[in-house]
């Protein structure tokens, strides 16, 4: 093994520093955690909100609206205002948002101000989101993949660990929950130090697409289309597969925990690919990972196979956010907007597709299931196929041996 290069240190930011220390890395990461929890949190605490303000299963469900529609809000935001502002004010802000905003929720007296708390925790929860990923994604080099999965990997622990925590303590006390989570948002804002102000001003790499160049929209519009179909295929299985195997006949209990499985296999999945990320190149994983839903979705039409085929496909479903957000930037440097069109139509596809699938299968039965999603996701291998081609990976990891070439050195 060589010794470390520059190459495979923190990108510098404006003052020559790197734009993230250890103690910052380590603070992202457990605001990771923090923002992963609080969006698996509602739902466990629909039972407490009815009780507590007389609503009905429906309206309950509004606060994960409202926290969405937030979130949607806060990355654009972001992204505006990340011209004018530092990337330490813009955090801090995101920081205090969510925290004001899980001290209204937690206290509010009534139904609208709750809801109100929960679309001001969705307006710094998108903050975060977008900004830690984009500095994620910009600032270890040729590690930027590796370190995006890691950062995401926080997310699904935080996932896992929200309802668990509701489940100790009872969802009754899913106020001090939020409040606790507000607490430990104000003291990530101790770290910020550590964060550069301001990112360097991207260089276009061999092999990258021109801002002014016809390719860069068709780019990122499949880029784009990467993230709505990955999306929703996400959601499609998180929603439907407890559906999906008590009709083939497997019982409640075992559907739901399945289903608990496939969740901690989108988790498990990122951590996995933090390390090969720094062998294999972008494209190769998205391409494998495409390609894995798909076949794995096909065997979950087999009854007897279904609940590993979607543990499956939580594994291959895991790398494909954090793994083209370096890729992306990589390919349209240029292009500043493109980073968030991407975590924007992830959070639309979130929202918006579960209703049209569950649209659809009204008009079908509900085991093909499998087969609608294994069609989305052949549409994603096509795309990726395309990409691949399209939008080589400058300075991109190409080969086994780890070396940073671009594809089109190699051709």
Known sequence: MSATSEADLPEAGSTG???LTTVAITASCAAFVVIGALQALYGPAIPALREEYGISPAVAGLSLSAHFIGALLGVLVYHVLRGRLNNRLLLGGSYVLMAVGAAAFASSPNWPLALAGTFVIGLGFGGIDYGLNQLFAVGFGRRSTAMLNLLNGHFGIGAIAGPALIGWLGAEDYPQIFVGIGVISLLILFTLGGVAAREPEPTPAEG????G???VLPIIAVFVGIYVLHVAIETGVGGWE???????????ATAATATSAYWAAMTVGRFVVAPLSLRWSAPSILTVCCAGMAGFLLLATVPSL?????FGVGLMIAPIFPTCLPWLNRAVPSVAAAGAYVIAASMIGGVAFPPLLGAVIDTMDVKTVPL?????AVACAVLSLWLRRNAPDPGGVTGRGGAARTDTAAA
């Not at 407890?242 to 409640?252: D, F, I, N, Q």
């Open 208 to 211: 990258a697409a021109a801002g």
């Open 306 to 310: 279904a609940p590993y085929a979607y």
């Open 17 to 19: 520093r790197p734009l």
């Open 372 to 376: 609608v999603l294994f069609a989305l």
């Open 242 to 252: 407890p559906t999906h195997l008590e009709a083939v006949g497997y019982g409640a």
């Open 213 to 215: 160049g016809a390719r």
